[in-house]
């Protein structure tokens, strides 16, 4: 089984409709993560969640929340969604930060959600 | 603020030759350099990482990368590519402690590679 799923795998909506991209892991990592793909603009981030009492924007975060529901679970959602939030999304996670314990942040991805706002 | 720079949107390479894909980053202290590739709908692999030591670092599926400090760049190295390696390459850093970059990655824009028979 996959270690970072995410669900839905494909999603078309309207405008204005609430949705909600949910991303779950067994790694057992404190850490994750929600990025936005756009062709010729990478992966931005969106929000992180360093563990479960902390959340932080990233460098996108307007028009998005999130949820930290459990160690594994990291929600988010687009209250409003507008045609400009199409996208790909995907959800990562990562073990310690550099310095801490010998970890490098690696971090690992889920297959990725492509939302479509009509 | 951190930033990375792939300078190459896409390239174009015949089956067998030799690949160079770029990458520079901004900001100094010590980097931590992820290279991660994309196949079409796909999510991230990672294919390498370097955070010390040796600055010629080995990954998967033959792929190779060297850190230059004196020019912040971490280019990534194939000596024949396959049909198979067509796909999308991210380039990603992140920072050692201290900052506010500290524990999260910053990702290129991406080269794409399309391979030739």
């Known amino acids: 089984d996959a270690d970072v799923t995410q669900t839905p795998r494909n999603r078309i909506t309207k405008t204005g409709k609430r949705i909600m991209l949910e991303c779950s892991q067994t790694?057992?990592?404190?850490?994750m993560y929600w990025y936005r793909q756009d062709p010729g603009l990478g992966l931005r981030l969106i929000y992180y969640s360093f563990d479960v009492k902390d959340i932080n924007k990233g460098e996108i975060s307007d028009g998005y929340s999130v949820s930290r529901q459990a160690q594994a679970k990291f929600s988010l959602s687009l209250e409003s969604a507008i045609p400009n939030q199409t996208a790909l999304y995907f959800c990562?996670?990562?073990?310690?930060?550099?310095?801490?314990?010998?970890?490098?942040?690696?971090?690992?991805f889920g297959p990725g959600t492509r939302l479509t706002v009509l | 603020a951190q930033s990375v720079t792939q300078p190459d949107i896409h390239i174009t390479v015949s089956e067998g030759a030799s690949l160079e894909l770029r990458c520079n980053y901004s900001y100094g202290a010590t980097p931590y350099l992820f290279w991660y590739v994309q196949s079409p709908g796909q999510g991230l692999q990672l294919l390498l990482k370097y955070f010390s030591g040796d600055t010629l670092v080995q990954g998967i599926k033959g792929f190779e990368a060297e850190f230059k400090r004196s020019q912040s760049s971490f280019n990534l190295r194939k000596p024949s590519v396959h049909w198979s390696d067509a796909a999308e390459y991210f380039c990603a850093v992140t920072f050692g402690a201290g900052g506010t970059s500290y524990g999260k990655l910053t990702f290129g824009q991406g080269t794409i590679l399309t391979v030739h028979p």
């Open positions: 790694k057992g990592h404190d850490r």
């Open positions: 990562a996670t990562s073990d310690l930060p550099p310095s801490l314990a010998g970890g490098d942040n690696e971090q690992f």
